[in-house]
């Protein structure tokens, strides 16, 4: 076969077909991945949201309280990467422990009750977190207790799987 030949240059073309289409097709299954991830993580974080609502009790002493802290072991664990906070409109605020000595310091925007805003916030590190909120108003309507519930992951977390899937996807 020499240089020019018509059959050198179909195979070399193919083979540049071939390279361009697994490219487009490594970019495109990243990015579903991507979306999949997050998707898992926002319905993760929603299960969390309905835990925490569904502890929520006035004491005895008309105190709004978090009866039953979520289960995931992440919440205990200082630092973690996985966050809770339930503030009362009067600035009063519970957290988690993961959160140590510090808050979620979250938009001023206005929830209805029920609704769940998603928002991209720094963290207590320094880190990234996604944070999904929701407004609830718990208690009788003679003495209503309007409250944000939020809970949030650290970003990293979905950086090293997306990364570690690269990583596969090139292997």
Do not use: K, Y
């Not at 990243?30 to 993760?44: I, K, P, Q």
């Amino acid at each position: 076969m020499t240089f020019g030949s018509l059959r050198l240059r179909l195979i070399g073309a193919a083979a540049c077909a071939v390279i361009l289409a697994l490219a487009v097709s490594g970019v495109l299954l990243s990015r579903l991945f991507t979306e999949h991830v997050e998707a898992r993580v926002d319905a993760e974080l929603t299960n969390h949201l309905n835990q925490i609502a569904a502890s929520l009790e006035i004491g005895v002493d008309g105190a709004l309280q978090v009866a039953i802290a979520p289960a995931d072991p992440r919440f205990a664990t200082p630092n973690s990467g996985l966050f809770w906070q339930v503030q009362q409109s009067d600035g009063t605020r519970q957290r988690s422990r993961s959160l140590w000595d510090t808050v979620l310091i979250l938009p001023d925007d206005r929830l209805q009750d029920g609704a769940i805003h998603r928002h991209e916030l720094i963290g207590p590190s320094g880190s990234p977190l996604i944070v999904l909120e929701r407004g609830l108003t718990i208690g009788p309507d003679t003495r209503p207790i309007p409250v944000r519930l939020s809970v949030a992951l650290d970003r990293r977390e979905i950086a090293e799987a997306e990364s570690g899937f690269r990583t596969v996807l090139v292997r």
